[in-house]
């Protein structure tokens, strides 16, 4: 039993910022990729912002310049930072892990139950 709790969502008004956290907690040997997605209405989910095991980051072009994804190891927990906010990015925010069970050599992959990102005067 592996879960993702994200936190941090909220109001902003276009141009403000937000930041996201997300804390992976129960049984697993290792988590190697995460990364945060987003779903607005009538949309598909689609990749914000990910994040290897060993720093590397990749970006949707239409975040690039304006959000920062991190990652803490000792905590388990990835960030996203956001800044100049635009009303096109509202929708609820997932993070996603890929992991390894303490059981099976291979990865596994789970999901946050989101949080609800705003962006509105």
């Known amino acids: 039993q592996v879960q993702l709790v994200e936190s941090g969502g909220g109001l902003v008004q276009p141009g403000g910022s937000l930041s996201l956290s997300c804390a992976a907690s129960g049984s697993f040997a290792s988590i190697n990729d995460m990364g945060w997605y987003r779903q607005a209405p009538g949309k598909e989910r689609e990749l914000v912002a990910g994040i290897t095991g060993s720093g590397l980051t990749n970006y949707r072009s239409s975040v690039q310049d304006r959000f920062t994804i991190s990652r803490d190891n000792a905590k388990n927990t990835v960030f996203l930072q956001m800044n100049s906010l635009k009303p096109e990015d509202t929708a609820i925010y997932y993070c996603?892990?890929?992991?390894?069970?303490?059981?099976?050599?291979?990865?596994?992959?789970?999901w946050g139950q989101g949080t609800l990102v705003t962006v509105s005067s």
């Open positions: 996603n892990a890929k992991y390894r069970s303490l059981t099976q050599y291979r990865w596994f992959e789970v």
